[in-house]
DNA sequence: GAATATTGGTTGCTTTTGTAACTATCAAGC
DNA sequence: GCTTGATAGTTACAAAAGCAACCAATATTC
């Protein structure tokens, strides 16, 4: 028997710390737009990004294409977004924020600044760097 | 328009993070025990800190009963734990592991270890330190 | 240029999670 | 000691996620 403990265990920790910091800011997009993770997710990606096709949302994202279908599904229903079809190849339909989506990436933008912000106050510049890096590393986001 | 990145937003990363250092245990428990990560949390807590109640395990664990519960139904059909009554409060009862429930403990706490060096290779103490303490608040595991 | 494989995306079904209601027991107030 | 309120735990139902099969369009191969 040795000493390891369940939160000697990172991803343990990282499961929980993810969950809590996910809760709180859910609020935002949950309760005012009726907004589910995967749907804010890709709010993001197009507001960040402009139009893309739901296939560069799923590489980018990290996430399957059914939960993104859903949620561009569900954004559409919410009239945050049209899809615009490709004439070069009519498989692919490139997605774009309405006036209304747009509205609302811009307002979940700051209260995510905000947020992150809010984490990360008591870090230095330093830390924050080591932090990030550790967490893109973990995820696996290369980006080198 | 701002320069905040999705890969600014921790909360992201802590998700995507978290999502992959679960996924690559994951292999572990599942594929050799049909154990569901709940189930593995519920283990380890038994393994590492001997009987306790259900509620002490959802506590400890900031986990929603119905989740231990049903954690711990699917570890007693596979003849991990049994249920110790408990006399003075005929609600509670005691969790306690069979043999089997703490070998199967022992291993994978073995493969934990493992992973979790994996994961901090990297590190130095002091960086290792930051990144715990980090998660360890973001969670509000405060234990302080 | 017909047959096959691949890709973008959706749908249906199953498993897992979340939420609320429920049972049974215990504790407090009166 | 009876009512009211909390607590441990389960269960039933609804929401969400995961997975595999699927459709339609495009690439590839021969």
């Known amino acids: ?13 990282l499961n929980r710390a993810a969950e809590q910091a996910s809760l709180r800011f859910q609020a935002q997009y949950r309760d ?35 939960k993104v279908s859903r949620a561009v599904a569900a954004l559409e229903r919410k009239r945050f977004l049209k899809r615009i079809p490709d004439d070069q190849d009519k498989r692919c339909e490139t997605l774009q924020l309405t006036r209304a989506g747009k509205t609302t990436f811009y307002k979940l933008l700051a209260e995510a600044q905000r947020h992150d912000a809010a984490l990360l106050a008591s870090y230095s510049q330093d830390e924050r760097a080591l932090l990030r890096r550790f967490l893109l590393r973990v995820a696996e986001i290369s980006r080198a």
């Open 32 to 66: 005012t737009y009726g907004m589910l993770r995967t749907e804010w997710r890709v709010l993001f990606h197009l507001g960040r990004f402009g139009e893309m096709t739901a296939r560069s949302i799923c590489d980018r994202a990290g996430t399957h294409k059914t």
């Open 1 to 13: 028997m040795n000493n390891f403990d369940i939160e000697d265990f990172t991803p343990y920790l």
